[in-house]
């Protein structure tokens, strides 16, 4: 009896033991779990409330902009207030204006496009992958939420006097009448940011027959056409000439323009076209057409071998060493370079071709160049010196892509251009308000004093640096490539999925609000629900 009692105690002491041990085996995988992932829970958690709490305060402000101060004819010292025209409203003018103190300045803004767009993602407009709209931002919005009232003038700058500093305009035919209103417009400071236009080379039937991939209504066009070639060739009998004919899309230009929308382009096909129009999707060709060796020229070298890679794998046909030199409604005549010298002339028959072969000066900047002596033998833009100053001028400036300063047109280089241009007319400002105050001084100590201020403020201007961030193109199938740059020190190539994930944050991040922002991210969130359309608007 006693030997079973003992026993039972030994067996609950040993049940307890070991149910102890089972909960300190569990409460230990317990803490071990809470490390493992309360703290990235947490850190998740924290950081989801933040960014909704810095984007729904963004949208907020954005929405309701400030009571902004009115424009005056004096300063707050009481100089005259001098005022700066700016030309254009894309990336040089947008990121002028957005970093510009208005106040400073009365600012006045003349562009044909009421609208900033962001080009980075206009080759995901034609397949809908992005809506036209998402992309663009009223430069009224931009100006409205600057501390101080801007004019805007929707016209196209048709001429200036450098010697009068007074600018031409052209209003839109449809409010041709607004001349009477607005003859010519003065200014004390002229900014240039008109961009540049796709270059054709002057080749036979591009102008006529081309799409081409620069403005928002491109992009509509872009769509347009491929959805009437794509119904068109819905009528002809399978593999005939034909329905072949009208199914084959040529982008011409392996730049990144011209691979990011091949890549959009098969993407759509092969996600969406090949849904509701199977037998259509079949007989899909894209070709690209590059005059040089590789595509992608401007990126490193392992970029365009992983671009033309996922090309292949992707069924995008490559044609390289050929250049484009005449089109006609339905065929493209290019000649290839051979490895043995010699030249093959070919034909190709397309249904739509979006011509994407690099770009040209504006034909407003070739107008001042020609008036302008010092700039004679500017070819590629505007030459300016290291402030951005338009060479032969004393007030006109010039940025973005109809400057020519050596540095690649892009928007990144616009953006950076139009930023310093902003910092520069504020040190301007101060500068002009202590040449009013050495002009004031009554005696020798204070002119002195004065004048050291002053020596600081002109020490402040310093000549423009571009910092390079990197480049990223989309190369279709979820892929894309980037040359990063970390600092001064290293820079790194990659290319995959791992990139593409990297190019659509960039592409975010890089949105010029948090309305853009949100479009974009919904338009993504959109497509990868519902898909992309078919409709031809
Ligand atoms: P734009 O942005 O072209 O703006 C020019 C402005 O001037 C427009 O508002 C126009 O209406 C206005 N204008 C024209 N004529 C007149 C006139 N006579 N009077 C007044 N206003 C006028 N760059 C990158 O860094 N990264 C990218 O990912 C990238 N992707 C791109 C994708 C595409 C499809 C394209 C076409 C370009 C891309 N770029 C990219 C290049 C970039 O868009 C340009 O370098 C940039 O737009 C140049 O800025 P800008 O201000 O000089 O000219
Ligand atoms: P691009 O000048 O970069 O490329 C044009 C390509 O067309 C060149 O490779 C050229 O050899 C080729 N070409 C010219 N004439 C031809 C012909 N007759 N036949 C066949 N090929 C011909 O032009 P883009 O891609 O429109 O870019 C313009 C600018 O915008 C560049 O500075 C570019 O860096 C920038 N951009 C950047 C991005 C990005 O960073 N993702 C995207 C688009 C554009």
């Known amino acids: 009896m006693l030997a079973a009692r003992r026993a039972v105690r030994l067996n609950t002491i040993a049940t307890r033991a070991f149910s102890s041990s089972v909960v300190a085996t569990s409460a230990q995988r317990k803490s071990l779990f809470h490390k493992l992932f309360r703290i990235p829970l947490d850190v998740g958690a924290i950081g989801t409330v933040l960014a909704t709490t810095w ?34 409203s894309g990336w040089g003018a947008a990121s002028m204006l957005k970093d510009l103190d208005t106040s400073l300045y009365n600012v006045t803004v003349v562009s044909p496009r009421s609208y900033f767009l962001f080009t980075p993602l206009l080759p995901s407009a034609p397949t809908g992958t992005i809506e036209a709209r998402s992309i663009v931002e009223p430069i009224r919005s ?45 200014y004390d400071y002229l900014v240039v940011a008109v961009g540049a236009q796709p270059s054709t080379f002057n080749i036979p039937g591009v102008a006529e027959h081309a799409c081409f991939l620069k403005e928002l209504p491109d992009a509509i066009q872009v ?9 068109k060739a819905s009528l002809y009998p399978e593999g005939s000439e034909e329905r072949k004919r009208l199914l084959h899309f040529v982008v011409v230009g392996g730049g990144p323009t011209g691979v990011e929308f091949a890549g959009e382009l098969k993407d759509y096909v092969d996600e969406d076209l090949t849904k509701w129009m199977p037998s259509i999707a079949k007989e899909v060709q894209i070709t ?130 139009g930023h310093y241009l902003a910092s520069t007319f504020a040190k301007m400002a101060a500068i002009d308000d202590l040449q009013s105050e050495l002009a004031r001084a009554s005696n020798s100590d204070e002119r002195a004093k004065v004048q050291a201020r002053l020596d600081a403020a002109l020490a402040q201007i310093k000549p423009f640096k571009y910092n390079h961030l990197g480049s990223l193109s989309y190369v279709g199938g979820e892929k894309a490539v980037a040359d990063l740059v970390w600092g001064s020190f290293s820079s790194t190539s990659t290319g995959g999925a791992f990139t593409y994930l990297i190019w659509r944050s960039s592409y975010i991040a890089m949105c010029i609000s948090a309305r853009m922002r949100a479009l974009v991210a919904a338009d993504w969130l959109k497509v990868s629900l519902f898909g992309r359309d078919l409709t031809n608007e």
Request: glycine content about 6%.
């Open 142 to 186: 931009i100006a409205k939420r600057t501390p101080a009232e801007v004019t805007y003038i929707e016209a196209d700058a048709t001429d200036v006097d450098v010697t009068k500093n007074t600018l031409k305009i052209k209003f839109p035919e449809s409010n041709a009448d607004a001349e009477e209103l607005v003859k010519e417009v003065k």
């Open 223 to 231: 769509r347009k056409r491929f959805l009437e070639c794509v119904e």
């Open 55 to 88: 984007m729904g305060a963004s949208i907020y402000r954005e929405a309701n902009p400030r009571n902004q101060k009115p424009q005056t004819a004096l300063t707050a010292a009481g100089a005259e207030k001098k005022s700066i025209v700016i030309l254009g």
């Open 288 to 417: 690209l057409i590059e005059a040089l060796p590789n595509v992608l020229n401007s990126f490193s070298k392992s970029l365009w071998t992983y671009a033309q890679k996922t090309f292949a794998e992707n069924n995008i046909e490559l044609i390289l060493n050929t250049a484009v030199n005449k089109v006609t409604a339905t065929t493209i005549t290019a000649s290839t370079k051979k490895k043995d010298g010699s030249v093959e002339q070919k034909e190709i028959p397309y249904g739509m071709l979006v011509w994407a072969a690099g770009i040209r000066p504006a034909n407003f900047t070739n107008h001042l160049i020609s008036k302008i002596e010092a700039q004679a033998g500017a070819r590629r833009g505007l030459l300016v010196d290291e402030n951005l100053k338009v060479k032969g001028t004393e007030n006109v400036y010039a940025i973005g892509d109809c400057a020519f300063t050596g540095h690649p047109p892009t928007g990144q280089v616009a953006h950076q251009e």
